[in-house]
């Protein structure tokens, strides 16, 4: 058996397709909240596949979209500090802070290094005991564990040289915020299977109920995916509320108890600001008392750096479904993939890069 | 293309599995490429088993359940 | 030998600022290290620069620097993908290469023992592709100022008669074949760099692709239209510069690609899509469509071709724009890379 082209069966995927779009009898608006569901939708064309059945609605599930401008703006003063080696995951390196952004700053002397784990700085910090090494703890509750372990690890073993600069998001905050809005036209939500992975999905049993709407747990795979919103579909034609779990192979109800564990362990709960939305309360983690002396912010003394947003850039309504990218006034014009002023924009999960690619496909054509 | 993305879960089948320094490790094969990624959230897993893990940390192992 | 004459590698075993301080030791690296390793009779002048016989017919001129980074990888080193990249941007033109150049930046502590191995790789890639370097130039830069070795090699190619191939020859309704499995180079070198091991060893796919280029444009002559070898950027980038350079629109299908298990695999891990990871040894080829078939035998006739693959069409839709088929039946841009970060491939 190959590794995930069992996942990627075209004539099931077809199947599911059809399904679908036969058993839909209107566009249901729904929203994939994940970043990385978004980047599979629009990579295998599958929002083009079922037009008219299924209104894909791209959610704030980006987290390098949603990291603060000031979160930024933190990370490239930590990062240039002489003594700072600045750790991160890739997709942060071209996200605008106000002023530049995390590769600018290496081309300009500061030692910024792309890692694919937290592991990976810890290590760096262990081998350079000379020098202040940093990671950009950025995500969902997806990357929440692996961030405190490496705090936990770095706590337990006494390195004193590495901290992290935090910005976790949490997910069903986001929904709640989201849901709250009186104008608001999502009917389903297809929820993370990775953040569930973690999480469980406890929690949007309860969303489901106070907001009278279905959720279903699905996977990254394009079969997952169609298989989620076959689901979905499935529930909003019977207009049932509850919460169905796809990724049966990875989530269960309870979440990873270890991974909870740990996440809680190092992080607490704590009001975040959501970059294009604004503050959304307890939608965010920040580390514990014990852990403080981790925190970047704190140990390089950053937190006072605040910055107001852009007011060109309408991110914050993009992220919440409300406004199209092309509605921008910037889309396409002072706003591109290479210069690119919101991190919708940035992110190829973000939704304005992904219009950004397909418009050009239409005016090629046109 | 996003290089080290961020949020991504990754599938593979462990291969091995150490103790060291307190903690459990295993080796991933994805598909004949191979990376070691620490064991520590899933301790039930054994050599074999599918598992998903995300900045080389493993948070599931995969069941053969599939609908 | 030892007492007379020795060799700078046996005094000093790291480059020093004095080997490219135009001195003595200057002097030694290229009469005892450089003239003999690359030896032809060109060098042998000891001249300011090569003084070339009158060439027939349309040339070919190329150059290229090489900075990868680290010099040396699975299935090469630095020196390797020095003269294969620079033949291989001459076979692109339809050229057969007749010369090189060679110049060396060499970093201050650089191993000499490193500089052989490089040296050696060169000359044994040069013997292969019967190419001599004529002329060449080594500096030296101190410490921090560089990253050990950079090279760059310009090549001298005669352009074949009876071809042409150039982006403004591309037509719709064209052929698109790719010469073999792709994205091996880029992951061999990001595999070390991330400490990745694969079942099956994994190396570059450098390569001189002149022999295989021949044999294609041999049979093909003006139906083959243009060339491009996927270096840097990837599949992706060259399809796109192609479509921009020709004002055409291009359809690829996703099955049709060839990866191999392990680079999947690698690119899974790595979260990069190997369709805009490098390639030295791989190359597209913009064919009249109803040769094809036949020209696709061709290259499966020849080791370098052996997995080729028809991988799509050129198109009149969407000129400078270029669509991927899914194995799923929808359809997406495939942009090029907006610089993003990755680490020197070549």
């Known amino acids: 058996m190959k590794y995930v082209d069992e996942y990627r069966d075209p004539r099931l995927a077809r199947e599911l397709v059809r399904y679908i779009r036969r058993r839909s009898t209107r566009p249901w608006p729904v929203m994939e909240i994940c970043g990385g569901q978004t980047h599979t939708l629009i990579r295998y064309g599958i929002d083009q596949l079922l037009e008219g059945a299924v209104t894909l609605i791209h959610g704030p599930g980006c987290p390098v979209c949603v990291t603060p401008l000031e979160k930024i703006d933190r990370a490239l003063a930590i990062a240039r500090r002489q003594e700072v080696i600045f750790t991160t995951f890739g997709d942060m390196m071209r996200v605008p802070g106000s002023e530049t952004d995390l590769l600018s700053a290496k081309a300009r002397g500061a030692d910024v290094r792309m890692v694919y784990s937290p592991l990976d700085a810890l290590e760096l910090a262990r081998k350079h005991p000379e020098r202040q090494v940093v990671f950009f703890a950025v995500g969902f509750e997806t990357t929440a564990p692996a961030n405190a372990m490496a705090v936990w690890m770095a706590h337990q073993e006494g390195v004193k040289n590495f901290s992290v600069l935090v910005s976790h998001v949490l997910v069903p905050p986001a929904i709640q915020a989201l849901m709250e809005d009186p104008e608001t036209e999502i009917k389903g939500f297809i929820a993370p299977g990775h953040v569930c992975t973690v999480m469980g999905y406890q929690e949007y049993e309860t969303l489901a109920q106070s907001y009278r709407i279905p959720f279903v747990v699905a996977g990254f795979e394009p079969l997952d995916l169609l298989q989620g919103l076959a689901m979905l579909v499935d529930l909003l034609e019977e207009g049932r509320v509850e919460v169905q779990n796809q990724y049966t192979r990875s989530v269960c109800r309870e979440g990873n108890p270890h991974a909870r564990a740990i996440v809680e362990e190092v992080f607490e709960v704590a009001d975040m600001t959501w970059r294009g939305i604004g503050p959304i309360p307890k939608s965010g983690l920040c580390l514990r008392e014990r852990y403080r002396t981790f925190d970047a912010e704190f140990r390089f003394e950053v937190a006072t750096i605040s910055r107001e947003e852009s007011s060109v850039c309408i991110a914050g309504e993009i992220l919440q479904g409300k406004k199209k990218p092309v509605d921008c006034p910037a889309f396409g014009r002072e706003c591109s993939p290479e210069h690119p002023l919101g991190a919708p924009m940035v992110s190829s999960e973000g939704a304005c890069a992904a219009y950004y690619a397909f418009r050009r496909l239409q005016e090629a054509e046109a | 293309m996003n290089p080290s993305r961020s949020e991504q879960l990754v599938e593979g089948v462990l291969q091995q599995i150490w103790q060291q320094g307190g903690h459990a490790y295993g080796e991933v094969s994805v598909g004949g490429a191979r990376v070691v990624v620490l064991l520590d959230l899933v301790p039930e897993v054994s050599e074999g088993d599918r598992i998903f893990f995300q900045g080389k940390v493993a948070l599931s192992r995969v069941s053969d359940e599939i609908r | 030998m030892k007492f007379v004459c020795p060799m700078p590698i046996e005094e000093y075993d790291a480059v020093t600022l004095g080997h490219g301080g135009g001195g003595k030791l200057t002097n030694r690296l290229i009469r005892e290290l450089l003239e003999p390793t690359l030896n032809n009779p060109f060098l042998a002048e000891l001249h300011d620069g090569a003084m070339l016989p009158r060439a027939q017919g349309r040339l070919a001129v190329t150059t290229d620097s090489y900075v990868v980074s680290p010099p040396f990888f699975p299935g090469g080193n630095i020196g390797d993908l020095a003269v294969h990249g620079t033949l291989n941007d001459l076979a692109m033109c339809g050229a057969r290469p007749l010369y090189l150049t060679l110049a060396m930046i060499l970093e201050e502590g650089f191993l000499l023992q490193d500089l052989w191995r490089i040296l050696a790789s060169i000359r044994q890639r040069l013997e292969e592709a019967n190419v001599p370097v004529v002329t060449g130039d080594t500096k030296v830069v101190e410490r921090g100022k560089g990253d050990g070795v950079f090279l760059n090699t310009t090549g001298v190619g005669q352009i074949l008669d009876g071809v042409d191939v150039r982006p403004a020859r591309i037509q719709p309704g064209d052929a698109i074949l790719l010469s073999g499995p792709i994205a091996e180079h880029g992951i061999a070198i990001l595999s070390i760099r991330e400490g990745l091991s694969f079942d099956t060893a994994l190396q570059s796919d450098t390569a001189n692709l002149w022999p295989v280029v021949e044999a294609l444009l041999d049979a093909g002559g003006l139906d083959i239209h243009a060339l491009r070898d996927a270096t840097r950027g990837g599949v992706a980038s060259a399809l796109n510069e192609l479509a921009q350079a020709s004002g055409t629109g291009m359809v690829i299908q996703e099955e049709a690609i060839p990866v191999r298990e392990e680079v999947r695999g ?81």
């Open chain 3, 266 to 346: 690698a690119c899974e891990i790595l979260g990069l899509d190997p369709l805009f990871v490098a390639n030295e040894g791989r190359f597209l080829a913009f064919v009249a469509p109803e040769r094809a078939d036949e020209l696709l035998e061709v290259l499966h006739s020849h080791p370098l071709g052996g997995e080729a693959r028809i991988i799509g069409r050129v198109v009149s839709d969407h000129p400078g724009v270029v669509r991927m088929e899914t194995w799923l039946g929808g359809s997406r841009v495939v942009d090029m890379l907006s610089g993003e970060q990755l680490p020197r491939i070549c």
